[in-house]
Nanobody, 113 residues
Framework: QVRLVESGGDLVQPGGSLTLSCAAS????????MAWYRQAPGKQRESVAQ???????NYADSVKGRFTISRDNAKNTVYLQINSLKPEDAAVYYC???????WGQGTQVTVSS
């Protein structure tokens, strides 16, 4: 059974930083590209960052230079470092193995002063 557990979401002031984690089980983690998505209220879920099994990364234009995706295959975990948080970054963040339909429960990021 595939399980994805996101964590690290919090209430953060604008300009702050946060690191999200996603622990995966039930898959051969090292073989999958992994992606982070986010969904803000009233908006569609969007992909913000991806990392391949070969550690190649890709980012949405809206987050380039502020978000960093990384992975630790020994821990079956993918991370998302978020810097210079903006109010528009507030959303529920999810991770997903690329090309699958497996989703976790998400972790809430709130940006407010």
């Amino acid at each position: 059974q595939v399980r994805l557990v996101e964590s690290g979401g919090d209430l953060v002031q604008p300009g702050g930083s946060l690191t999200l984690s996603c622990a995966a089980s039930g898959i051969i983690f090292s073989r999958y590209a992994m992606a982070w998505y986010r969904q803000a209220p009233g908006k569609q879920r969007e992909s913000v960052a991806q990392i391949t099994s070969g550690y190649i990364t890709n980012y949405a234009d809206s987050v380039k230079g502020r978000f960093t995706i990384s992975r630790d295959n020994a821990k079956n975990t993918v991370y998302l470092q978020i810097n210079s948080l903006k109010p528009e970054d507030a959303a529920v963040y999810y991770c997903k193995p690329w090309g699958t339909t497996y989703w976790g429960q998400g972790t809430q990021v709130t940006v407010s002063s």
